[in-house]
């Protein structure tokens, strides 16, 4: 691990983006923590995307954004007790849940810091789950995260967009709804729509990883909101 100064949460000109979303997930950590574990079928999400990065005993693997911790049990029980788990998180609140949650788990560790520049100098991979969508330039972020893991590593991203599923489309009006309000203040008052910017980030993300990647297997779940996409750095 390298020194990851944080951006500063204090000052007096307007609060970054960054700082907003920081205050909002340490204020409402409990809450999303339930959302987060119980909305239905999001289990199945995390299992899968914790098989698409092909973990072996002993590896290496970074969350990043892990929030409340919901992916670090999957992931410790891949890694094995001679395996390493890695959750970074920037929101303090977040990431007191996620201690409890990994309490018994003593491969895991977590970390305040940035996921844009995070302080890991090497990994076997790299998972992040509904994140994207928060960095205002996914696919450096994500080209980051294929350098870090280098060839041969893995990279796995879940986001939620709105849905291309002729059947389930009449739900999008729903889902934006759903995204307005519980997306952290400083993306609300944006210009924009904060879908539009959520399925533009989504995308440039998983553009990004395709572009680095190769066997990449894709898929999509909960009427096509929920996207599944993990490959192999080249
Ligand atoms: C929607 S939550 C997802 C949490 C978790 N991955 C999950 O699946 O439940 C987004 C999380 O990303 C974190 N986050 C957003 N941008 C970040 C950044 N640049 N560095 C570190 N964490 C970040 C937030 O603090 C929040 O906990």
Known sequence: ??????????????????????????????????????????GSVRTEAADALGLSSGDTVVEMGCGTGANLPYLADRVGPDGTVVGLDFSPGVLDVARERVRDYPNVHLVRADATQPPVDDADAVLATFVSGMFADPDAVVSSWADLVGPGGRLCLVDLARTTAP????????????????????????????????????????????????????????FGFARVRAGIVE
């Open 1 to 42: 691990m390298s020194p990851n100064p944080l951006p500063s949460t204090d000052g007096a000109s307007a609060p970054s983006p960054s700082t907003v979303a920081q205050s909002f997930y340490t204020r409402w950590a409990t809450l999303y923590d339930a959302i987060a574990r119980r909305t239905p079928g999001v």
């Open 167 to 222: 059947t389930w489309r009449a739900l999008n009006p729903l889902f934006r709804a759903l995204v307005r309000v519980t997306a952290p203040p400083g993306t609300r008052t944006m210009h924009g729509s904060p879908t539009a910017m959520l399925d533009e980030r989504l995308v440039a993300a998983h553009q990004a990883l395709e572009s680095r990647c190769y066997d990449v297997n894709a898929t999509t779940h909960a």
